[in-house]
């Protein structure tokens, strides 16, 4: 059965202390890895896709890489701003859907 | 931007009563997906449409239908509804034919059987 599996459930940074998550998989097949950010009583809004092992992704203080088997999200010297729930989803070979983990909370104190 | 737009944002309903939660999209496309949220269990896909009058069963249909009548709008209809679909039902949207991953979300509607 595929599955995304992501670490930890919770995270509580100082402003300033970098940290990762991480997003594992067991699916077959995978055609593409995607991040979302999603904050207290919002939708998701998509931050990164990133399709085979090795490639690599930035935005701001935010970097996503990807193994055969699983992803990492860095987050260096976050900001307060920075707290949120990130989720990853996987699109499979077969089908058209994606399969989310159940996501990190993030909370960075100042 | 691209917006999606969901009806209500809070509903509180009883168990039996027929509910409807509307999605609307200004962008113009193809692909449209309703997912529920609950805590631990993350996002699951109740149904997808890739065209108008098309609709394909996601990972948890039952209980649910919905409706896609123009492009830009999908209903989620539970028939009867449960105090098990107490959830968080968020809406979303993608160009092309198939799923890029890039969905868009609407803000989500928090609905609560009694």
């Known amino acids: 059965e595929d599955q995304v599996t992501q670490s930890p459930e919770a995270l509580r940074l100082q402003e300033g202390e970098s940290s990762s998550l991480n997003c594992s998989y067991t699916?077959?097949?995978?055609?593409?890895l995607f991040w979302y950010r999603q904050d207290p009583g919002k939708g998701p809004e998509f931050l990164f896709t990133?399709?085979?092992a090795g490639e690599e992704k930035e935005k701001e203080r935010l970097k996503a890489t990807l193994t055969k088997k699983e992803s990492f999200l860095h987050i260096t010297a976050p900001k307060p701003e920075d707290s949120a729930t990130y989720l990853c989803?996987?699109?499979?070979?077969?089908?058209?859907?994606?399969?989310f983990g159940g996501g990190t909370r993030v909370l960075v104190k100042p | 931007d691209v917006k999606v737009t969901q009806s209500s944002r809070y509903l509180v309903k009883r168990t039996g009563e027929k509910v409807f939660l509307e999605c609307v999209q200004d962008?113009?496309?193809?692909?449209m997906f309703w997912y529920r949220q609950d805590p631990g269990l993350g996002l699951r896909l109740i149904y997808f449409?890739?065209?108008?009058?098309?609709?394909e069963k996601g990972d948890i249909p039952e209980g649910y239908s919905v409706s896609r009548e123009k492009k830009e709008r999908f209903s989620l209809i539970l028939e009867s509804a449960s105090t098990n679909q107490t959830s968080m039902y968020l809406c979303a949207s993608t160009t092309g034919r198939g799923i890029t991953g890039e969905l868009f979300f609407g803000e989500g509607s928090r609905l609560t059987v009694l």
């Open positions: 990133l399709y085979s």
């Open positions: 962008m113009d496309h193809e692909n």
């Open positions: 989803a996987v699109r499979m070979a077969a089908g058209n859907k994606l399969t």
């Open positions: 699916v077959s097949g995978l055609r593409g």
């Open positions: 449409s890739y065209d108008v009058k098309m609709k």
